[in-house]
């Protein structure tokens, strides 16, 4: 158990719908990132949040946004979706921002992630 | 295009045998993370590695980080059914994060 909670854990919609999916870091945590993981492969790089800005994006289109809040949960929204939008989608809470110059300076830790299915 | 290419992508061994994982890019990154995620799990982080050449040992799993820091290896001695899974290697550089391609490891008991 690592703390990050993830909801809801399974979510099926329909292409063109969207979608809205939300993290609650672990305590004292003020950096979240956001993973699409599709199935046998690595996580790809969807964006960071940290103090509530984004901070690093991915290669991903706008139609991916996100938000930090004050008590630095966080949603990840993706509008207009497509077949291939479904994937696990993780997040991940650290203590600082990741790759800050200074190189991977936290660890990680992950959600359970959410399984989105696009029909 | 993937930053950091894994190999093999997949592996599926006898208890007791020996194994190695390959990282590899064509960029260099100040450190390199491994990762190892089960079914229906996030992954869980192993071990961070800083240093040009340098080796970490966790118990049976041995990692190095290659002398120009572009490569990272993870050797597991003895493997057991309960090393199955999928391994990850994972980079940062500029703002964004970079995760390998993933070895996926089957322990045959």
């Known amino acids: 158990e690592t703390g990050v909670t993830q909801s809801p854990t399974h979510l099926i919609k329909t292409r063109g719908q969207q979608v809205t999916l939300r993290c609650s870091s672990q305590s004292g945590h003020n950096t979240v990132s956001w993973y699409q993981q599709a199935l046998g492969q690595g996580p790809q790089f969807i964006f960071q949040y940290y103090r509530e800005e984004e901070n690093g994006r991915g290669n991903f289109p706008p139609r991916f946004s996100g938000l930090q809040f004050p008590n630095y949960s966080s949603e990840l929204n993706v509008n207009a979706l497509e077949l291939d939008d479904s994937a696990l989608y993780l997040c991940?809470?650290?203590?600082?921002?990741?790759?800050?110059?200074?190189?991977?300076?936290?660890?990680?830790?992950f959600g359970p992630g959410t399984r989105l299915t696009v029909l | 295009t993937q930053l950091l290419e894994q190999s093999p992508q997949f592996l599926s061994i006898q208890e007791g045998e020996n194994l190695t994982v390959y990282c590899n890019s064509s960029?260099?990154?100040?450190?390199l993370q491994w990762y190892r995620q089960e079914p229906g799990e996030g992954p869980v982080l192993l071990v961070t590695v800083v240093t040009g050449g340098e080796v970490k040992k966790l118990k049976r799993l041995t990692f190095q980080f290659g002398d120009a820091r572009k490569d990272s290896s993870l050797h597991i001695t003895a493997a057991q059914p309960g090393d199955t899974g999928l391994y990850l290697c994972a980079g940062g550089t500029g703002n964004q994060f970079y995760f390998g391609t993933g070895t996926s490891l089957t322990v045959i008991p």
């Open positions: 960029s260099v990154f100040s450190s």
């Open positions: 991940a809470s650290s203590l600082e921002i990741l790759s800050s110059g200074r190189g991977l300076t936290d660890t990680q830790y």
